[in-house]
């Protein structure tokens, strides 16, 4: 993928922020930890990856470094700044989008 969007949290909203992106045609990929919500996605075909969204792995698989937007649509304050302070490492340059 080349100019993408990453979305961290495949719950509610982050489902409803793919399901416009596939409307519109544009490229995406979750990242979910719960598998029953992999799974949902899966069965939508959504292009998603079951594991932590905090770790270099899966976002190398992800294509951090080619996204051109990073979306954190999970609840839990913790994680977030958790994601947000190893993007930022990562990408300096990238804009993150978070769920209030």
Known sequence: MDRHLIIAGGGRVGAQVADVLLKADLPFVVIEFDSRRVDLLKEKGYPVIN???????????????KARLFLITTPALVIVGHIISFVRKQRPDLHIVTRS
Do not use: K, T
């Open 51 to 65: 594991r932590n969204a905090g770790q270099s792995l899966i976002m190398e698989a992800a294509g951090l470094e």
